[in-house]
């Protein structure tokens, strides 16, 4: 058991050290756009399911409390917590639209949708990503793998920050660290660079 948990530890410390050979250049584009984002009074839209829905609340929170320091709330929705909205639209319309949906209500042109996804391939987390294209919204996808379908909306303008992993765990563990990231980078662009 013991040597078990160690290999859970190493396996997440070496797909860290693959993801920090390349991935710091996406994260701090992806910074970028979100801090040019709030500048311009806009906002981020956040999804995901499962463990990639924790993910989008994560962040939210970040940016609408703290994040390591007390600073103004900034704007960023999580689209994964309404369960009343969410119920709604898979009951009257499919599960595959439970984002997309919201998007098309709150979304506006040079706001931005963070996407994640594991796999890449979560349908509902796509259709979004078809609802913000078509709302002229920029995209940030957090995904691993091959990048699945969602690697094939992604335009030059927009961010793709892929994980070197297979495994959706260890995703994830680095999905949380470039979280972690982009809030650092935007709370240091806005108020400035911390002690």
Known sequence: MIERIRNNFTESIQT????ADVL???IAKAGQLLVQTM???GKVLTCGNGGSAGDAQHFSSEMLNRYERDRPPLPAVALTTDTATITAIGN???FSQIFSKQVKALGQAGDILLAFSTSGNSKNVIE???AALAKDMLIITCTGKDGGEMAGLISENDVEIRVPSNSTARIQEVHLLVIHSLCDLID???FGSSQ
Not at 16 to 19: E, F, M
């Open 39 to 41: 500048l311009n009074g």
């Open 16 to 19: 860290k050290i693959a993801a």
């Open 24 to 26: 710091p250049e996406k």
């Open 188 to 190: 240091n662009q806005l």
């Open 128 to 130: 979004a990503m078809r």
């Open 92 to 94: 009257d319309y499919d």
